[in-house]
């Protein structure tokens, strides 16, 4: 490219002597492409105009400019820390977010601390929340306001509340207003209506699969075996559609909150515990409302026929995942009653049991389908903490592991998402809410295809699938790159997001990536999720309990839009949640001694995973013992060859060179700014 803009200057300086042509302007580098003139052709080559336009712009960074604020979404708060002005100007205070995305501000002195100038360090620890308030164009920092004292950094509470905030994740208690919307004649019991037009399933064997924690029961399962060798498998749902009516108090805050918000040592509700914990939650040995989806399927997984409609069951059993895998695991063992929770509706431990492995047989084979279909899954490391009581401190950890009990309530709440989206989507076409999932993006992903330390070529979709196991081991080695290709090919993986049905022409938009699926919803999960009550309300309204939604698609779009918003936002605060708590585990029982893996290389710096914990850090070279480092690129392949300063460490080998999955041991320690942790490497023998 240097090369070509030099030519053009060259020719220049050769023809002063022409005419200068009239100057054309461009408002873009896209317009300019796609433009036959001299300037294109010299930059870019034949091909220009608008059929070579296309294909030239891959190599031209895209830019764009922003011409008008639609809609303010960020909630302009951050968490930090009150300092003097570096003039110490008597009038403002600096605030320092804690997030260095956020800008700094300048804030009143009148809104600080009364002693705040005069002594400052005594507040040098304490966490703030401020809010933006000015940013004129004149102005080189924004003017904030200060909120509110959170108490000490580094501390869990203040640090969970600031990041809520900051979220805008709504923890505040449930208004009264919202309360009278409560059921209030408790113990509550199913009315006579509503008895009169369910499908009863008392008196089948239902039961609920579930982490030995959960307190908020949304799904259960139900399997009988049909004298043709097929089966009656039911999805049973929280009705929760029947307490949040359309339009109270109570409908108006959950669609607010929209999702329920998981941290490492709370959970923030989306509906009242009154409703998420008791009347709503599948609870065994309690009769509740449900929304149920059931087929006749056979072992191999083919649907024969299936059925949608509101019933009332009673579960006879809460399983762990645990204990679910216990079945899996030991088929041939004769459980006791002792080993497992209470179970009733005069049930047995071999009525369970034999129900649980047949549910299994079938899952096994509709994920097998899925796969082979082309549905993708990209597992990352997820660590769970153990919470010290007293403290709420963590004192160790565990790898989440996925085991053939998670699997088989995953296949079947797919199953029922998927037949729910096309029973909706028939019925309203252009009202259904849906949940897509956009394709890869195309340029960060074939940077990842077109690593040279790869060795292969694939296809985009086989990337995801097939390909990565295909051509790895079992050995150390082997793993660790597969993890490390796992993060690169999950970078460029989109969110998927909520729609409506009648705001996108075309319907090959619906279309699901990872699942590899044309229509996808969910409705499995309503005491948690917002977006499961609107489609358990078209549900119904599609089997003529209800009139059918009045809201126009582009409301549903709106709706769906937030939806998106907030799901995103407490997914980001669930992340930070546990980030928090890792930086506390390393100071608390850190150094950690790890191993890990480069996964970016550049000039000052690398990447490494850390393989066991599943993150990520960048190490910079300053911070090593270093002799000296130099950086290269080898066949377009970054390196870097750095000189360990000698010691007793390294006596017969000072040199390293770092590369992509080039194996490293890491020393994970606390750094001295609270919740801040880093990664060195330390030079050892592999």
Not at 209 to 237: C, M, N, Q, W, Y
Not at 316 to 333: M, N, R, T, W
Not at 643 to 670: G, K, P, Q, Y
């Amino acid at each position: 490219m240097l090369a070509k803009i030099s030519k053009i200057v060259n020719r220049i300086n050769s023809k002063k002597s022409t005419p200068t042509p009239k100057k054309v302007k461009f408002a873009s580098v896209s317009e300019m492409a796609k433009s036959d003139s001299p300037l294109a052709r010299d930059l870019f080559g034949a091909g220009t105009g608008p059929e070579g336009a296309e294909k030239n712009l891959q190599f031209v960074q895209q830019t764009g400019k922003v011409v008008y604020i639609y809609e303010r979404k960020h909630s302009r708060a951050a968490s930090g820390r009150l300092k003097l002005m570096p003039d110490k100007n008597k009038s403002m205070a600096f605030f320092s977010p804690t997030d260095s995305r956020m800008p700094r501000m300048h804030i009143p002195m009148a809104e600080c601390p009364k002693d705040f100038y005069q002594r400052p360090g005594d507040y040098a620890s304490t966490l703030y929340i401020a809010r933006i308030q000015k940013w004129d164009e004149d102005m080189r920092l924004p003017q904030g306001s200060l909120a509110r004292s959170l108490g000490e950094a580094g501390q869990i509470e203040p640090e969970t509340q600031a990041m809520l905030i900051e979220m805008d994740v709504d923890d505040s208690p449930f208004s009264e207003e919202v309360e009278k919307c409560l059921p209030t004649n408790l113990p509550w019991t199913i009315p006579e209506s509503e008895l009169g037009y369910r499908k009863d399933l008392r008196k089948s064997c239902v039961f609920t699969i579930d982490p030995a924690t959960a307190r908020d029961l949304d799904d259960a399962l139900s399997i009988e075996e049909r004298e043709d060798g097929k089966f009656e498998v039911g999805v049973h749902i929280a009705d929760v559609s029947y307490f949040v009516t359309e339009g109270t108090a109570l409908d108006e805050v959950a669609s607010q909150r929209a999702t329920s918000c998981y941290l490492v040592q709370k959970v923030v509700p989306m509906l009242p515990r009154l409703l998420c914990e008791e009347l709503c939650s599948l609870n065994p040995d309690n009769d509740r409302l449900a929304f149920s989806v059931m087929w006749v399927i056979n072992a191999d997984g083919e649907i024969f026929e299936e059925w949608y409609g509101r019933t009332v069951i009673r579960s006879c059993v809460k399983l762990s995942y645990d204990h679910a895998q216990g079945f899996i695991d030991e088929p041939d063992k004769a459980w006791s009653r002792e080993e497992l929770p209470p179970i009733t509706n005069s049930f047995g431990v071999e009525d369970v049991k034999k129900r649980v492995l047949q549910l299994n047989k079938i899952a096994i084979n509709l994920r097998k389908q899925r796969f082979d279909n082309g549905a993708l899954r990209l597992d990352q490391v997820k660590l769970m903490y153990s919470l010290n009581a007293e403290t709420g401190l963590p004192n160790g950890y565990s790898i989440y592991q996925q085991k053939d009990s998670n699997r088989l309530i995953e296949e079947f709440m797919l199953l029922a998402n998927m037949a729910v989206a096309h029973k909706i989507t028939n019925s309203f076409p252009d009202k259904a809410v849906l949940r897509r999932h956009p394709p890869p993006q195309v340029k960060p992903l074939m940077q990842v295809v077109s690593l040279p330390q790869w060795g292969l070529l694939i296809n985009i979709r086989s990337l995801y699938t097939k390909s990565l196991w295909k051509h790895y081991g079992d050995d150390e080695f082997s793993q660790a790159r597969l993890q490390v290709l796992i993060v690169l090919i999950s970078k460029p993986m989109q969110n998927a997001k909520y729609f409506c049905s009648g705001t996108l022409p075309d319907d090959s938009q619906y279309h699901h990536y990872a699942l590899n699926v044309p229509l996808y919803t969910h409705f499995t999960s309503p005491i948690r999720r917002y977006p499961d009550v609107m489609v358990h309300r078209l549900l119904a309204a599609s089997l003529g309990y209800c009139a059918p939604p009045e809201k126009s698609p582009q409301v549903l779009q709106k709706e769906a839009d937030f939806c998106n918003d907030k799901k995103l936002n407490a997914k980001m605060a669930s992340e930070r949640s546990s980030d928090m708590f890792f930086a506390i585990f390393v100071k608390e029982a850190g150094p950690l001694e790890e191993a890990g893996m480069v996964m970016a290389v550049l000039d000052k710096s690398f990447d490494v995973l850390i393989l066991k914990l599943g993150v990520v850090k960048r190490v910079y070279l300053e911070r090593l013992p270093l002799k000296s480092h130099k950086f290269r690129k080898n066949r377009k392949c970054p390196e870097l060859e750095i000189e360990w300063v000698a010691d007793e460490n390294c006596d017969h080998r000072t040199r390293h060179l770092i590369s992509l999955f080039t194996m490293v041991d890491c020393t994970v320690f606390a750094d001295k700014e609270p919740l801040r942790w880093s990664v060195s490497e330390t030079l050892q023998e592999r």
